[in-house]
């Protein structure tokens, strides 16, 4: 049955897509002969009688043909809706796999990335934002087997309801589907927040898991290979700030990530994701290239792939060639919040203090070793051992319970290692699974990632004065004096605390009950352990620090203290 209002000119025939904003259907163009088509109809409850829509299609109608976009070829509006016509090449959206229960191959999330980031990176050399990233707004075309971005956000942008008020002529909500956004997100959207868009659907598209469902464990879900998956993490913690950026770490972490033996160890021998990122032709190009100066710090250090970034610096995994062996090392940069002479004179006196620190606590076996620390274009950098092995978050999958002895076996290590930590006065501020790596050698546990020396990059003002209340660590293992940025030694107690419980109960830290009254965690229906130990442990994540162990060394000794284990 013709559409009213589309001059009886389309058809729609099935339903395909649906989201909040409206309904994509498989259609057809009664034009002679007919032509098949794909109309999108976009709900729009309060559309403005100005309605710009045709802006937007005259602004897609120019961009090159040769651009990864379904191509846009009408538009009209109807009872409060728009329905936009796009060419009926044979295809399917994403939102079509996943709503069958398929999901993506590494291949086809790999290829799906190939074909959209130079698009995607021109349109926002251009200021054009996506701004609606999503399963349903990536088109595949059977027949030039190539991935299309569609469903633009600027297309709902007039369907929006304006902000009231003397003057106001912003949204009042951001033009993309729920659960695919940034948790920052603002209005108008930006570049990363494409990025993180385009992160989350192909973590959709692999793992076959929505966004609102998906936790820290998904690569657990996620049928690829750790290189890709590490891409992938990186996109969504918003590592990358341009497509171009994007694409071309994409090809170097294919070409310089590294293997893993028969063993599952890391490999010293760079090897490429065995996606077709990187064919045989490529890796004997890639032989024939020198190495450039961009990939070294100091004429030393050779960068192989990014392992982190955010608001502290960024984390490299690196190899010292200059070191007898050419080892593998971690190399972090710390940044400056703000950089003013006064204020990187304060930062390079904390920096030097911080880096004395861990080369002493380097000392002890289950903390890595300070190898090295300078400074280049006025930036800070820390060199430390690599420690080859696997982060204890691997061990910890949701729903996953331990029991008591093994929990009282973890608690015992971490315990001791921190003891020594204490015993220098330094609070490590940053324990969680991700930064305790348990090493291949000897099955013991590393603490790494230590957030005190994330002050360097946070403690001084515009004004040169140093801050003391700066707050660092994890959402879960820090307790409210640390969000608060007042630190204590019973801090870590707490942390380590929060991880002892998640192996116990099986649950994220940040969905362990509390009582709204106190404040004080609710864990005891989850599990059942030793009247002793659960007294042991309710002492550790107390909601008010001076009820808690005021340090490790004290933990430790009631530990000792309690019953041997049932």
């Not at 649906?18 to 976009?42: H, K, M």
């Not at 598209?205 to 998906?214: N, R």
């Not at 331990?402 to 001791?416: A, C, I, S, T």
């Not at 002793?532 to 909601?543: I, K």
């Amino acid at each position: 049955m013709a559409v009213e209002g589309l001059q009886g000119q389309y058809r729609l025939l099935e339903l395909v897509a649906e989201d909040a904003f409206g309904q994509t259907f498989r259609g057809e163009d009664l034009s002679q002969p007919p032509q098949p088509c794909w109309i999108q109809r976009v709900e729009g409850g309060a559309i403005a009688p100005t309605l710009t829509y045709t802006e937007t299609l005259a602004t897609l109608e120019k961009l090159p043909l040769d651009w990864a976009i379904q191509p846009l070829t009408a538009a009209c509006v109807e009872n409060e809706a728009v329905y936009w016509i796009y060419a009926g090449a044979p295809g399917h959206y994403l939102s079509q796999t996943l709503t069958a229960g398929e999901k993506l191959t590494e291949d086809q999330a790999v290829q799906l990335l190939k074909n959209i980031l130079p698009t995607l990176g021109s349109l926002h050399e251009q200021g054009i934002i996506h701004g609606n990233l999503q399963p349903q707004s990536l088109f595949y075309d059977h027949s030039q087997d190539q991935w299309y971005l569609s469903h633009f956000g600027a297309l709902y942008q007039d369907l929006l309801p304006i902000a009231q008020g003397q003057g106001a002529k912003h949204r009042i909500a951001p033009i993309a589907q729920s659960g695919y956004l940034p948790p920052d997100t603002i209005v108008p959207q930006t570049v990363e927040g494409d990025l993180y868009s385009l992160g989350v659907t192909i973590i959709h598209g692999v793992t076959g898991i929505a966004p609102a469902d998906l936790t820290p464990q998904w690569r657990n879900n996620a049928p690829v290979s750790e290189r890709l998956a590490n891409l992938l993490n990186l996109l969504i913690t918003q590592y990358f700030s341009s497509a171009p950026e994007l694409f071309e770490w994409l090809t170097m972490a294919a070409k310089n990530s590294q293997g893993r033996d028969s063993q599952g160890r890391q490999s010293q021998v760079p090897s490429p994701i065995s996606t077709g990122i990187v064919d045989d032709e490529d890796l004997k190009l890639e032989s024939k290239v020198k190495t450039t100066d961009a990939n070294y710090l100091a004429h030393r250090y050779r960068i192989l792939r990014p392992l982190s970034r955010g608001g502290f610096g960024e984390t490299y995994l690196a190899i010292d060639e200059q070191f007898p062996g050419q080892p593998t090392c971690i190399v972090k940069k710390l940044k400056l919040k703000n950089h003013t002479k006064k204020t990187y004179e304060i930062a390079k006196h904390l920096f030097q203090r911080e880096a004395e620190v861990l080369s002493r606590l380097g000392q002890h076996d289950q903390i890595p070793q300070l190898l090295a620390h300078f400074t280049q274009n006025q930036e800070f950098y820390l060199v430390q051992e690599y420690i080859e092995g696997h982060d204890l978050e691997t061990e910890l999958p949701l729903g996953k319970k331990w029991p008591e002895f093994e929990v009282r076996q973890l608690l015992q290590e971490l315990l001791e290692v921190l003891v020594v930590i204490h015993r220098e006065g330094v609070i490590h501020r940053d324990l969680k699974p991700a930064n305790i790596r348990r090493r291949d050698q000897d099955g013991k546990l590393v603490l790494i990632d230590f957030g005190a020396v994330k002050q360097v990059s946070k403690q001084t003002s515009l004004d040169g004065k140093t801050k003391v209340t700066v707050s660092i660590g994890t959402v879960g293992y820090a307790p409210s004096e640390q969000t608060q940025g007042r630190p204590k030694l019973s801090s870590d107690v707490y942390a380590v605390g929060m991880i002892a419980l998640q192996a116990l109960t099986g649950k994220d830290p940040e969905h362990i009950p509390e009582d709204p009254q106190t404040g004080e965690l609710q864990w005891r229906d989850l599990v059942a352990v030793s009247p002793h130990f659960a007294q042991f442990l309710d002492r550790m994540v107390r909601y008010d620090f001076r009820q808690r162990f005021e340090s490790a060394m004290q933990a430790l000794s009631a530990l000792h203290g309690i019953d041997r284990p049932v």
